[in-house]
């Protein structure tokens, strides 16, 4: 088990800034995430602690045992890759077998801790097949299973899930959990898909365009973003430009051009996130925090406008308003019966709760 | 900063670049010079006269070469491309058994097939004759020479290319594709000519490509066939033998440069549009034929075809059992026994040859495996500076034709040289297992090349993690995977150095005479049956590498070219 320290981490691909400047720290036993779109270096950045990039730039410690260019068979890591990389000339317990023989450990011992680990992910029928015989959710348990087996300082997750079906993913998400916290071992996690990322990280760090945005446990991540990018990559959100106009005793006010009126937003540092005189702002609420009603709603931050369109989605409802005729704001409740589902058409009045609200600045490129 | 992974494809390199440098780069260059050299000073008198009006033969030679490639193309795309259709798209009895002799011609060595077409249709040929004895005719009613007998064979040797590349491109055309234009009411005719034909132009034009090289290459069908016709191949040789090597490295400058030009328009067209199926799991399907007179009519066609195909090889294996005499002036053979076959075993002079082949193949074999398996992991795998120029020089020996190879050998040998190790290599053993290693390594590389493409970076990646050095991964994860690749060429390679022969007539010594020379001699003596006899040992040995690597390895030949 292992902490890693990245310091200043820079990699360049030719001209192409992959990673700009990462500063990160992971703890011992941490399950850690990195959460972005395509190209914005996460991977990049998992290849480097891997020991199959070497950063232009930085140092990457282990401990604090300085990892930067040792290659990556000494780094004693545990990889999971997206397309798994399964050994195809070997069987399950030669893939597995594979680091343990590596590492010359005796023939009975590789046997004992082969069949140990494939018990674990619930293989052990599956010893003597072909890695090619097996469904992907059982190949990706192999694929766990190697990396798992040579007890590595710390174990890496590229994208694991992202081919497989969305009932085996939760099951899959459900059963990698349950390993890393058996074992306890330090975990990197790199995904594009917000709802694995929330749900199974102990603290998530959101890139864009090879820079870290933020780290932050998940519901840091979701209820205060530090800025647009942010918001509206995690969940769903409402995101507008305001301009700051004055400050009372506890709230901020702003003004929304969109909505055409003020916007009262409170202010503490859950709702307001830093930001410099010079940014752009914007205010950010989520679809699940807003209040619909046919009544007038009284208070601030009240706007009225019209049913665009309901959807149904089983859980939850989805309606969206279309205020000033030219803003869509998404509301979601949860479903209440038919009852209580809104016409296309229908005046209705909005509140965006003040203490609901989140402005952020942002972000920049 | 010069890291671990640039250390080892350096490391890697530095074989690959002196073995292409010396044996392809170098002789290829020392032929160049020579063609502008004219009693040893520099000239360009050579192509003076390769164009001018003093030696029209030369300007002829290089222009009925291309008009037979031309027709070959056509002839073997005549026979090709039809038969692949009635074998892949319609089912009917015997479809299987028919579809596997339709490939036969590949397992006769070039001048092993010339031959056999010869005693079966020349003028002393068997059928021509037969039909003559039958009919009661004063003369026999046809036999090939020249021109038609050149083309005949090359229609022969060559339509498999087409044959293939179309079954392949038929079977991986994604039905649906079909189904989908008749879903939106085109007619037959117009999904045939709108959909599927265009869907198979890419092989076609990589098919006839191929066999236009084969044929400018093309050395045993004139050789045994043309009489008095020439060819450019044929003027290279005659101009060695003759003492003429200023002019044979002219000839060879100009044969290259045409070919040389193929392949890169060749390059060019694949690379140019991707006619790649995005979809997967396509089943081929075939309609059965009811029509029972279609059916029969099928059948029928599949039974001549086969009788054709196989009549070179059967008459191989009777002329084979003909003892020297009992066939010189009669019409047909007047006695069979094993007496050939037994003489091989008796006689040290009938023995050597085969000898001679099988060291000098499995030699070049092993070379080719061992440098075929580096030189594709560095193309490939590796990243460096000058990975096109590499790419290139190992598929100049593939390109060029046979007959240039060995004439670039013998120009760049004939004198002591770094590469030599100092000595002159014309005229020893080693000459011509050099010449096969230096032919075939591109089939070992190309075949390897397309195994190592489908193996994702993430394998070698993932044995690193766990711990492997670079050699450990090379050897137990590297090398399994890519075994059937590196076989399959490397069978390839033994199959056609068995049979190999325009670079072996340029290069052979009396120590090392390999099969194909002496079937040669034989015919020269008119011992046809000792040629034969020859002839099915190279089928023998051809066949048994095959069911080998077949049963052992799963290497099926036909994925092999």
């Known amino acids: ?365 | 900063m010069l890291n671990a992974e640039k250390r080892k494809t350096i490391l890697l390199l530095i074989p690959v670049a002196l073995i292409l440098i010396g044996y392809v780069l170098y002789p290829s260059i020392e032929t160049m010079l020579e063609s502008f050299k004219k009693n040893g000073v520099f000239s360009l008198q050579n192509y003076q006269d390769f164009f001018g009006a003093k030696s029209a033969a030369n300007f002829e030679a290089l222009w009925n070469s291309v008009y037979i490639s031309l027709l070959s193309v056509f002839f073997s795309a005549l026979i090709g491309v039809p038969l692949a259709f009635v074998f892949n798209r319609y089912d009917f009895p015997g479809r299987q058994f028919f579809s596997n002799i339709a490939i036969m011609p590949i397992v006769l060595p070039s001048l092993v097939g010339v031959m056999a077409f010869m005693f079966l249709y020349g003028e002393a040929g068997l059928v021509p004759n037969a039909i003559k004895d039958i009919l009661h005719l004063e003369n026999v009613p046809f036999s090939i020479g020249g021109i038609s007998g050149i083309l005949i064979v090359h229609a022969y040797t060559m339509y498999p290319y087409f044959y293939m590349t179309t079954s392949s491109a038929l079977n991986n055309l994604d039905p649906s594709l079909e189904e989908a234009a008749f879903n939106l009411g085109s007619s037959r005719f117009k999904v045939f000519w709108k959909v599927t034909f265009p869907l198979l132009t890419p092989g076609l034009v990589a098919a006839s490509l191929l066999v236009f090289m084969v044929s400018m290459a093309s050395f045993s069908a004139p050789f045994l066939l043309a009489g008095g016709y020439r060819v450019l191949s044929l003027q290279i040789y005659f101009s060695k033998i003759n003492g003429d090597l200023e002019m044979a490295a002219t000839q060879s400058v100009i044969l290259s440069v045409v070919s040389i030009s193929f392949l890169l328009f060749m390059r060019w067209y694949q690379g140019r549009k991707d006619y790649r199926m995005a979809s997967k799991g396509i089943g081929a399907h075939r309609s059965e034929v009811n029509n029972p007179l279609l059916k029969w009519s099928m059948v029928t066609l599949g039974i001549i075809a086969m009788i054709v195909l196989l009549l070179p090889h059967v008459t191989l294996l009777v002329l084979s059992l003909v003892p020297e005499g009992a066939w010189t002036w009669q019409t047909y053979p007047t006695a069979f026994s094993l007496e050939n076959f037994k003489l091989l075993f008796e006689d040290p002079n009938i023995w050597d040859p085969v000898k001679h082949s099988l060291i000098m193949s499995f030699l070049a074999c092993f070379g080719v495996f061992i440098f075929g398996i580096i030189t594709s992991y560095a193309l490939v795998k590796r990243k460096f500076i000058g990975k096109n120029l590499l790419d290139i020089l190992v598929m100049i020996p593939w390109a060029l034709p046979a007959t240039v190879v060995g004439m670039n050998l013998i120009l760049a040998f004939n004198e002591p040289s770094v590469f030599s190790f100092g000595k002159i290599l014309v005229g020893t053993f080693w000459i011509l297992p050099l010449a096969y290693f230096v032919r075939f390594l591109p089939l070992v590389v190309r075949s390897t090349n397309a195994v190592l493409e489908q193996m994702d970076d993430s394998i070698e990646e993932a044995a690193q993690n766990l711990g492997a050095k670079w050699f450990y991964t090379f050897r137990r994860v590297v090398i399994p995977i890519i075994m059937p690749g590196v076989l399959s060429g490397t069978l390839l390679a033994f199959v056609q150095a068995v049979g190999e022969f325009p670079t072996s007539v340029l290069l052979y010594t009396l120590g090392n005479r390999p099969i194909s020379i002496e079937i040669m001699n034989q015919l020269r003596m008119f011992n046809l049956g000792q040629a034969a006899a020859y002839g099915m040992i190279q089928v023998g040995l051809i066949a048994i590498v095959m069911f080998i690597a077949y049963r052992f390895f799963g290497v099926k030949t036909e994925n092999t070219l």
């Open chain 1, 1 to 365: 088990m292992s902490t890693v320290h990245l310091s200043e981490i820079t990699k360049q691909f030719g001209s192409v800034e992959a990673v700009k400047k990462l500063e990160l720290t992971i703890k011992e036993g941490e399950f850690f995430t990195f959460l972005g779109p395509s190209g914005c270096g996460k991977t990049t950045t998992l290849r480097m602690i891997a020991g199959f990039y070497y950063p232009t730039k930085g140092k990457v410690k282990f401990n604090e045992k300085d990892m930067t260019t040792v290659p990556p068979e000494k780094r004693n890591t545990g990889m999971v890759f997206q397309n798994y990389a399964l050994f195809p000339h070997m069987t399950v317990f030669e893939n597995v077998a594979f680091g343990l023989k590596v590492r010359k450990v005796s023939k009975a011992e590789i046997k004992k801790r082969v069949e140990e680990v494939l018990k674990k992910v619930r293989l052990d029928q599956y010893i003597e097949r072909q890695v090619s015989q097996l469904s992907g959710g059982q190949q990706q348990r192999v694929a766990l299973a190697r990396a798992l087996v040579i007890e590595p300082d710390i174990l890496l997750l590229d994208e694991p899930l992202s081919n497989l079906d969305a009932r085996l993913r939760d099951e899959m998400r459900a059963e990698i959990l349950r390993l890393q916290r058996e074992y306890g071992i330090t975990t990197i996690y790199v995904t594009h898909d917000q709802v694995e990322a929330l749900s199974m990280s102990d603290r998530i760090a959101v890139f864009n365009f090879g820079e870290c945005q933020q780290v932050g446990t998940p519901t840091e991540i979701y209820n205060e973003p530090v800025n647009d990018f942010v918001a509206e990559f995690i969940g769903e959100t409402n995101l507008l430009p305001i301009q700051f106009e004055q400050k009372t005793e506890n709230q901020i006010i702003y003004h929304s051009e969109q909505l055409n009126g003020a916007v009262h937003v409170q202010n503490t540092t859950g709702n307001i996130a830093k930001h410099e005189e010079s940014d752009a702002l914007l205010m950010s609420i989520r679809p699940e925090a807003i209040m619909v009603s046919t009544e007038e709603l009284t208070g601030e931050n009240v706007f009225s406008g019209t049913v665009e369109l309901v959807q149904f989605t089983g859980a939850a409802v989805h309606t969206t308003v279309m205020v000033n005729n030219s803003i869509k704001i998404q509301t979601t409740g949860l479903n209440q019966g038919p009852s209580t589902y809104l016409k296309a058409g229908t005046t209705v009045y909005v509140k965006l709760p003040a203490d609901q609200i989140r402005v952020v600045p942002k972000a920049k490129e």
